[in-house]
Nanobody, 126 residues
Framework: QVHLLESGGSSVQAGGSLRLSCVATGDTYSRNFMTWFRRAPGKEREGVAGVYRGQVFYADSVKGRFTISQDYAKNTVYLQMNRLEPEETAVYYC?????????????????????WGQGTQVTVSS
């Protein structure tokens, strides 16, 4: 069993930055693969950034602005978000999986992730 707790969501103006944190507890093996998703109002949930043993993937829309990182000692995955845009207003979720194919085509498949956090709200105003 894995428990994920996100934090760091807030309101920020366009162009600003935020850092989200996801603290994971429970079975280490079950959280080999860690990914941030987001769901904007009226839209489907989408993958933002994922990490597995240092190999990272990003959604095209966030490349060059967002950075995912992992601190194994703190059991925490971070998402540094820079130059935020109003359309990135969303609830951001952390997800974990034990095993899955880790490719540019599969990392953001929601069905591959067994564990999910409750989400943290990010609001970007123009």
């Amino acid at each position: 069993q894995v428990h994920l707790l996100e934090s760091g969501g807030s309101s920020v103006q366009a162009g600003g930055s935020l850092r989200l944190s996801c603290v994971a507890t429970g079975d280490t093996y079950s959280r080999n693969f860690m990914t941030w998703f987001r769901r904007a109002p009226g839209k489907e949930r989408e993958g933002v950034a994922g990490v597995y043993r240092g190999q990272v993937f990003y959604a095209d829309s966030v490349k060059g602005r967002f950075t995912i990182s992992q601190d194994y000692a703190k059991n925490t995955v971070y998402l540094q978000m820079n130059r935020l845009e109003p359309e990135e207003t969303a609830v951001y979720y952390c997800a974990a999986a034990a095993t899955m194919p880790w490719t540019s085509s599969t990392w953001s498949m929601e069905g591959a992730y067994k564990y999910w956090g409750q989400g943290t709200q990010v609001t970007v105003s123009s």
